[in-house]
């Protein structure tokens, strides 16, 4: 018996009729279903819930160390706070934590216990852990300007302190110190004697044109005035002689002095008896008598005036003598052997060199006088 239905609407389209004959749906256009075998009937285990799914947050299997050939980092066991009758919060069997103790495991009671234990909490007498050092500061990139912090920073570093200030001036006092004393050093040692020499030598050459034309005449002479020459061969020494000992006027400019003012006056070359009393500087300003140490007796000694050579010949010499022993100077000097009065020499300068605390004095006496008319004396040609 075919029996018509209401429309249902299929999955493949809209609604169609559909019949049934003999407990089969046929769709109008389409082929039947084949026929299906009856669904088993479930018994009662196959009613029971299905099994649970495999937990996938569970723990993987231990892997031996010896299996993966590494080390394998044991995990270590987290302290838990406890509970109320001594057993871990989180264990079975520990009462519910309250809430809001902060008696969770990872809850903040548990941290201060924690830290207390560790470092003997805020004022305990635990060891503290050492705390490690900052990292240095990264280099900066030279390329990159500099701040106005920054460079006010290096502006500080680059400002020399107070103390680096004072040891400059110090050192610059110092400095300058040494070259002004190098600077007289070269000058009284160097310098004077350029100097002295050519003003001696300037004088010993105007004198000689001036004896040669008449311009001067024996007699008394100024102070300064030149009126003759020393000549000490062995020494290799022609300096001019002027009157007086002054520093000034005549020690200084390279000539030799004549103690001719009082109270330390002393006779002329052409006096019939008398000490001809000479000084001159031993150091500096021309030293023209640097080395008379060296004479030795029996040396020569000549003065040269506008009419006569007068020759000495060197008797004897006092090494030392402070210069208050004015005695040496006498018309028949103590200490010099000479035992009345004749016509001697006296030369006197200061000692040790380059000092002026002692005198070093040699005597002569004169041997033999001769008229410039005649020529040299042999003590000058040899």
Known sequence: MTALRPEREDMYGGGRPYESSGGARRYPGRRP???????????????????????????????????????????????QPFGRQGVPSGAPGAPPAAPGTGAAPDGRAARRKAARRRGGGRH??????????????????????????????????RRPSPATLASRAVGEVFITTG??????????????????????????????????????????????????????PKLDVAAPIAEGVSNKRV????????????????????????????????????EPFRYINRLRSGDAVVVETQDTYFVYKVTSMLPVTPPSNTSVLN????????????????????TPEFTSK?????????????????????????
């Open 124 to 157: 305990g007498g635990g060891t503290r852990e050492p705390r490690t050092p900052p990292a240095p500061p990264a280099e900066r990139d030279p390329r990159r300007p500099l701040t106005r912090v920054e460079a006010r920073r290096q502006a500080r570093l």
């Open 33 to 79: 279903d084949p026929p299906t075998a009856p669904l088993p009937r479930l018994t009662g285990d196959a009613l029971r819930a299905p099994a649970p799914a495999e937990d996938r947050t569970a723990p993987l299997p231990r892997v031996e160390a010896e299996t993966m050939g590494l080390r394998v980092p044991q995990p270590q066991p987290q302290p």
């Open 358 to 382: 002692y005198r070093l004095i040699v005597w002569g006496k004169m041997v033999q006088q001769r008229p410039r008319s005649e020529g040299k004396p042999d003590a000058l040609i040899e």
């Open 179 to 232: 070259v002004l004393m190098l600077l007289f050093v070269t000058y009284q040692l160097w310098w004077t004697n350029v100097r002295a020499h050519a003003q001696a030598g300037s004088e010993a050459h105007q004198l000689q044109d001036d004896w040669a034309s008449g311009k001067r005449n024996p007699g008394v002479f100024e102070p300064g005035q030149g009126f003759a020459i020393l000549h000490i």
């Open 251 to 286: 020690l200084d400019k390279g000539m030799v002095g004549h103690y001719g003012e009082a109270p330390l006056k002393t006779a002329m070359p052409q006096d019939r008896t008398g000490n001809f009393g000479l000084a001159a500087h031993r150091n500096t300003h021309g």
């Open 331 to 350: 018309p028949v000097p103590p200490g010099s052997g000479f035992t009345g009065p004749g016509r001697y020499i006296t030369l006197t300068t200061c």
